[in-house]
C-alpha cells in the first residue's frame, strides 16, 4: 500500500511538472497576452502559476480581457492534474516563484536524459538481435 501511494504521488508530481514545463508561446493564447507575458518574463506555466493574479495585473498592457483568458487557459490545462491557477502555492513541491526556472529546467534536463538512456536502450535492443 505504502508503494503504490508513493508511486501515484510520484505520477502526480511528474504530471505537474510536464505542464509547468509547456512553455506559453505553445498554449496557445492571443498575441497580446503572449507578448505582455514575454515582456514580462514569463517563460513557462511554471512561471505564470507561481505569479499572484493581482500582480498579473500590474503587468504593463496587460488586462482584464488577457487575465481572463490566461485563467480559462490554465483551467483547461489543469483538467486531468486536479487544476492550475495564478498564485499556485507549489511549495509542497520545493517550487516558489524564486526558484522556478531552476527546477523547471532540472525537470526538463532529467527528462532528456530519461529518454535518451531510452534510446540508447533501444538501440542496444536492435544491436543484439
Not at 14 to 38: F, P
Amino acid at each position: 500500500q505504502f508503494l503504490e501511494s508513493e508511486t501515484e504521488t510520484d505520477a502526480d508530481y511528474g504530471a505537474l511538472m510536464d505542464k509547468l514545463c509547456l512553455r506559453i508561446d505553445e498554449i496557445e493564447l492571443s498575441v497580446r497576452s503572449t507578448n505582455c507575458l514575454a515582456s514580462a518574463h514569463i517563460v513557462t506555466i511554471g512561471d505564470l502559476v507561481t505569479i499572484p493574479e493581482k500582480k498579473m495585473m500590474d503587468y504593463r498592457n496587460f488586462g482584464k480581457k488577457s487575465l481572463l483568458e490566461i485563467k480559462a487557459k490554465l483551467k483547461e490545462l489543469g483538467e486531468e492534474i486536479g487544476g492550475l491557477h495564478l498564485g499556485m502555492d507549489l511549495s509542497k513541491y520545493g517550487i516558489r516563484s524564486s526558484n522556478v526556472k531552476e527546477k523547471v529546467s532540472a525537470y526538463l534536463e532529467m527528462r532528456r536524459g530519461e529518454m535518451e538512456s531510452k534510446a540508447l536502450e533501444e538501440e542496444d535492443e536492435e544491436d543484439e538481435e
